[in-house]
T-cell receptor, first 113, second 112 residues
Framework: DSGVTQTPKHLITATGQRVTLRCSPR?????VYWYQQSLDQGLQFLIH???????AKGNILERFSAQQFPDLHSELNLSSLELGDSALYFC????????????FGNGTRLTVT | QKEVEQDPGPLSVPEGAIVSLNCTYS??????FMWYRQYSRKGPELLMY??SSGNKEDGRFTAQVDKSSKYISLFIRDSQPSDSATYLC????????????WGAGTKLIIKP
């Protein structure tokens, strides 16, 4: 158990809808990262927060947004969902802002129908 | 050319064999190197975390970094069917917001 908690585990929704994915980092970790992994694809970095502030953006669509709250949990909001957004969404946390290993949750599997 | 190259496999070996998994990279500024194991539909699990060059051993796993050749390896001794998974390498530069760069992952199959 990595200590990173993601909810929900599975999500099935229709095109055009909006969903919120939630992540609780390991105790003591200040950084939260979000990644997308489509079927048989590599990890695509979406966004990084450190202690409540956005630190880096990757290939995150404008329809997607995230935030990290004062208690350090994070939410990833996906809106105007398309079939191609179906994927595993992983949250990872680390102690520092950089150069510290990432610990991943078990992901939220999103299916858009 | 990708910054990190990793053969996607699959790599199939018999139980008990020594497995060698590799990544090559192009950015000489990378200083931190990681190996993760990912079982199907699960989150990646950190196996090894190394800084700069050299070897690091943890049980049946050995990570090796050769910065002169821009090449990292993960060796698995006495491989078990439970080692069947996808192995991802990742690396990053020091003290920078330049993000972690991931390999595509190698699918490993250990045959009983």
């Amino acid at each position: 158990d990595s200590g990173v908690t993601q909810t929900p585990k599975h999500l099935i929704t229709a095109t055009g809808q909006r969903v919120t994915l939630r992540c609780s980092p390991r105790s003591g970790d200040l950084s939260v990262y979000w990644y997308q992994q489509s079927l048989d694809q590599g990890l695509q970095f979406l966004i990084h927060y450190y202690n409540g502030e956005e630190r880096a953006k990757g290939n995150i669509l404008e329809r997607f947004s995230a935030q990290q709250f004062p208690d350090l949990h994070s939410e990833l909001n996906l809106s105007s969902l398309e079939l191609g957004d179906s994927a595993l969404y992983f949250c990872a946390s680390s102690v520092g802002q950089h150069n510290s290993p990432l610990h991943f949750g078990n992901g939220t599997r999103l299916t858009v129908t | 050319q990708k910054e990190v190259e990793q053969d996607p496999g699959p790599l199939s070996v018999p139980e008990g064999a020594i497995v060698s998994l590799n990544c090559t990279y192009s950015n000489s500024a990378f200083q931190y190197f990681m190996w993760y194991r990912q079982y199907s539909r699960k989150g990646p699990e950190l196996l090894m975390y190394t800084y700069s060059s050299g070897n690091k051993e943890d049980g049946r796993f050995t990570a090796q970094v050769d910065k002169s050749s821009k090449y990292i390896s993960l060796f698995i001794r006495d491989s078990q069917p439970s080692d069947s998974a996808t192995y991802l390498c990742a690396m990053e530069v020091q003290d920078s917001n330049y993000q972690l760069i991931w390999g595509a992952g190698t699918k490993l199959i250990i045959k009983p």
